[in-house]
């Protein structure tokens, strides 16, 4: 019989993490009889393996608190006065919500995140919003679980929680309004004295870092997009694209083509520059190519060429991107 999984059951549960591709699709929904287009930042899905979910520890980053006689209530007091300034009171309360299903030793759990929506009288929405929130300060991680053994079924994720309160670190503290910041100097000379030591707060930690570790463990798996998936994109792509476009991108574009087209011969500028246009959003123009052939072959022969003939019409811009409108790049799956 297999061991027991974090949940405590024989199931076989997959770990898996969420993140960004880097790539964006074009998608269309409809609000009332209105049609909207829309982008999605496309997500990758990682599996980590359970055992290093086990290893992986949120408290071993930061420097820990001492335990304090009188300065604990549910949770630390240092929690309530000073973390809560950046957490919210809703964030604080989630945090407690989550902590209490990890007794003794245990660093996580599995609760019912609409149970505990509806104890804190706020959405599901605005409860994935809190947790954001705890995980950007690290406090806790959230892993989201499927069963293998019931044909990948989506199961309650599993909560990674940091125990341990650590100090804010320099960088938040400095936040701290005034009043904030000289209790907070009354309670760590009140640290120091009692503990007779010096504390000295470490420097932020950037919490994206320390993840990444986690799902740099693990295994990516991708969808793979069928033709029908990758022209509906390529189409909702269009519909975004030409909605967002201005006059003044197509008269900024046309001028530029117009110096363009004096430089370059005949068939080279009809190979290259025909079907292209351009958008700029704040400082940045994004060139638009039929296919990324062409995009690479513009921007690696011919960007100076553009750039000059961008800032000869007037234009004032501090980089430039090159795009194009075919399928992208079709995702591999993984296992």
Known sequence: MLDKNLKGTHH???YYRYRP???EESKVRY???TEQAYIKKELEKIYIPEEEIKRFTLDKHGQPIPYVDGHMTIISNYIWDYWGHFFSAEGVALYGHLKRY???DKDYCWPDLNLISQKMNKSRNTVKKILANLEKYGFV???NVQNADKNNMEESPLYKIRKKVPFLPMELYEQLP????????????GIVEQFDQILNLDPSIDYSEVYEDVISKGTVVRKTKTPFELDKELRNKIKVLDKEITELDRTVWDMALAII???VSAPSFNTWFKGTFCIKREQTFTIYTPSNFVSEWLESRYDKMIREALTQVGSQFDHIKYDYLSYQREIESGT
């Open 141 to 143: 991680l959230v892993f």
């Open 261 to 263: 087209k004096k430089k």
């Open 102 to 104: 990890c007794y003794g």
């Open 12 to 14: 076989k549960l997959l």
């Open 31 to 33: 609000v009332g009889d």
């Open 21 to 23: 591709t880097g790539v």
């Open 178 to 189: 005034s009043e904030l910041k000289i209790d907070h100097d009354r309670y760590m000379q």
